[in-house]
C-alpha cells in the first residue's frame, strides 16, 4: 500500500518562509500526477502547485511568484517552497499523487488522485 508521509508544516509569521516535504513509500512504482493541495477552514479544498511526471509545473493563481514546487521523481518525493506566506495561506496542506500511466490534470479532476498524506497544518500569523 502506497503511502505519502508530509512534514515541515508548523507556525510561522506573515512574511516568513516554510518548506513542505512529502516522501511516498510502500510499494511503488511510477508516480506521476504529484501535487499539493490545501484546505482552509471553512472552504473547499483547493489545488497549490503540482506537476504530471515530465510535465510542467501548475500554480494556483492565489501562490505564484511566493510558492515553488519541485519534485525528485527517483526518490518517490516532491516538496512546496513557501516564501512570503501571508495568513490567507493558513490551511491543512495535503500532498496527492497518482500511478496513471497516462494521466492529465483532466484525469485528475474527473477521477481524483489515488494517494492522499494525512496532511500538515501551516500556520501564518499577521
Known amino acids: 500500500q502506497v503511502q505519502l508521509v508530509e512534514s515541515g508544516g508548523g507556525l510561522v509569521q506573515a512574511g516568513g518562509s516554510l518548506r513542505l516535504s512529502c516522501i511516498a513509500s510502500g510499494g511503488i512504482f511510477r508516480l506521476n500526477a504529484m501535487a499539493w493541495y490545501r484546505q482552509a477552514p471553512g472552504k473547499r479544498r483547493e489545488l497549490v502547485a503540482g506537476?504530471?511526471?515530465?510535465?510542467?509545473?501548475k500554480y494556483a493563481d492565489s501562490v505564484k511568484g511566493r510558492f515553488s514546487f519541485s519534485r525528485d521523481n527517483a526518490l518517490n518525493t516532491m516538496y512546496l517552497q513557501m516564501n512570503s506566506l501571508k495568513p490567507e495561506d493558513t490551511a491543512v496542506y495535503y500532498c496527492?499523487?497518482?500511478?496513471?500511466?497516462?494521466?492529465?490534470?483532466?484525469?485528475?479532476?474527473?477521477?481524483?488522485?489515488?494517494?492522499w498524506g494525512e496532511g500538515t497544518l501551516v500556520t501564518v500569523s499577521s
Open positions: 506537476s504530471m511526471r515530465d510535465g510542467p509545473t
Open positions: 496527492a499523487a497518482d500511478d496513471r500511466t497516462e494521466s492529465s490534470w483532466y484525469k485528475v479532476d474527473l477521477y481524483g488522485m489515488d494517494y
